[in-house]
């Protein structure tokens, strides 16, 4: 048995809810074959050029299918043939990507015997190979779609949350943040005061996504704690949030751990222009950049 999969990429955290918000989007997106073999070997396979690790204990789809082999005591292992077009390292869910689309893959393949928060468990252990944290706010939009609340991963307790119709508009500047580094610099104490802007945030921000209520949306899309301290990594971020928000985005920040800076918009055109401002001050500066428009998914 056989199976193709697109699996999108996901903006974690959605500005206010480090570790527990996040959205799939359409673009980009990476593609993944699995086949399942009747010998126990896992093998993967990488038809890109960034370099990631094929032996399946260092690769993240091989340590979720190692799992999900182990679990269910298969006789059976898998060929993996990853085509990676989420760049690593981007804060656009790459890892996700491999580790969500294995463990849906390997579900596939397998006849269904996974409910989605089982597929949640075992792509976390991706998540764990890559970054040393089992976070599941990637995981869990790249395998529900749209935008999901990640309320606990243990026990693991998934909220799939309404999926506005906005736009997004998002830049890669490649410099590079390691999501490890950028959890390091975190403050490991914050003051009441803080906690409870940020949780009127995420509250705000979470009504206005279930109310389709943009402007609710657009004033909860603040974050008093992480954005601080991380936006320091990525070159120009300040003017890039304060230059958009006069072309008309909704909100945004930094995209996972990032890089990559996220916004939202209403209209396509907001977008489009977003991102070309966005192009244009890495060009200035000199930093190679991608940008991508997409939609929630
Ligand atoms: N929530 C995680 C973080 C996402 O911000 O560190 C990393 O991809």
Request: charge should be negative.
């Amino acid at each position: 048995k056989k199976v193709k999969l697109k699996i999108p990429a996901t903006v974690a955290n959605l500005v206010c809810g480090f570790d527990i918000l996040g959205m799939a989007v359409n673009e980009p997106y990476d593609e993944m074959e699995i086949r399942l073999l009747e010998t126990p070997e896992i093998i993967i396979k990488h038809t890109d050029s960034f370099g990631l690790p094929e032996e399946p204990s260092k690769n993240v789809a091989g340590v979720v299918l190692s799992k999900i082999q182990e679990h269910f005591n298969l006789k059976n292992g898998f060929e993996v043939i990853i085509h990676k077009h989420i760049k690593p390292g981007s804060g656009l869910g790459s890892s996700a990507a491999s580790a969500a689309g294995a463990a849906v893959g390997a579900n596939i393949v397998l006849g269904n015997l996974m409910s989605k928060d089982e597929m949640v468990h075992f792509a976390m252990f991706g998540e764990e190979l890559a970054s040393g944290v089992r976070h599941a706010d990637n995981i869990a939009p790249c395998i529900y779609g749209g935008i999901t609340l990640v309320k606990s991963t243990d026990p693991i307790d998934i909220i799939p949350l309404n999926a506005p119709n906005l736009f997004v508009a998002a830049v890669h500047p490649q410099v590079e943040v390691k999501t490890s580094d950028s959890r390091q610099i975190l403050k490991k104490n914050i003051t009441l005061k803080s906690a409870v802007e940020q949780w009127g945030n995420i509250a705000g921000l979470v009504a206005g996504i279930e109310k389709n209520d943009f402007a609710l949306i657009g004033r909860s899309l603040n974050d008093v704690i992480i954005e601080p301290v991380r936006s320091i990594l990525i070159p120009r971020f300040d003017e890039i949030k304060s230059k958009s928000l006069q072309l008309g985005a909704l909100g945004g920040g930094i995209s996972g751990s990032g890089p990559s800076i996220f916004m939202l918009a209403e209209k396509k055109e907001t977008a489009e222009k977003i991102a070309e401002l966005m192009k244009t001050i890495y060009d200035e500066i000199k930093i190679d950049n991608f940008v991508y428009i997409s939609k929630i998914n």
